[in-house]
């Protein structure tokens, strides 16, 4: 499967974006998909992740009440919706997809779980 992540921009402190992951070559409803983000000089950090097969949704505890994950199959995407940013979210978000399937709980995840990666989208949140 082939991941291209889109979305990213400049905005302000407090304000709102949404990346989306789509998805080609390959059934998404058989893929778990997560998204990452990278800050410059910082190890890539996971971000959430949506499982295939049941729906569960796992996200860290960094930005939990904040960020939400949601897929739609019949289009292949996988979008991130995130609000009230601040700067320390400045980062290169990337999806990335595996056939695994993760239950509740998963709130920390190791980017090499994931063998299917897009290109990343960078998110700049201003002060």
């Known amino acids: 499967v082939q991941l291209q992540a889109s979305g990213g921009g400049l905005v302000q402190a407090g304000g709102s974006l949404r990346l989306s992951c789509a998805a080609s070559?390959?059934?998404?409803?058989?893929?778990?998909v997560a998204w990452f983000r990278q800050a410059p000089g910082k190890e890539r950090e996971f971000v959430g992740v949506?499982?295939?097969?049941?729906?569960?949704?796992n996200l860290a505890d960094s930005v939990k009440g904040r960020f939400t994950i949601s897929r739609d199959n019949a289009k292949k995407t996988a979008d991130l919706q995130m609000n009230s940013l601040n700067p320390e979210d400045t980062a290169v978000y990337y999806c990335?997809?595996?056939?695994?399937?993760?239950?509740?709980?998963?709130?920390?995840?190791?980017?090499?779980?994931?063998?299917?990666w897009g290109q990343g989208t960078l998110v700049t949140v201003s002060s």
């Open positions: 949506t499982s295939w097969g049941g729906g569960v949704t």
């Open positions: 990335a997809a595996t056939r695994g399937r993760f239950s509740s709980g998963h709130n920390s995840l190791h980017p090499n779980i994931f063998p299917y």
């Open positions: 070559g390959g059934t998404l409803n058989l893929y778990s």
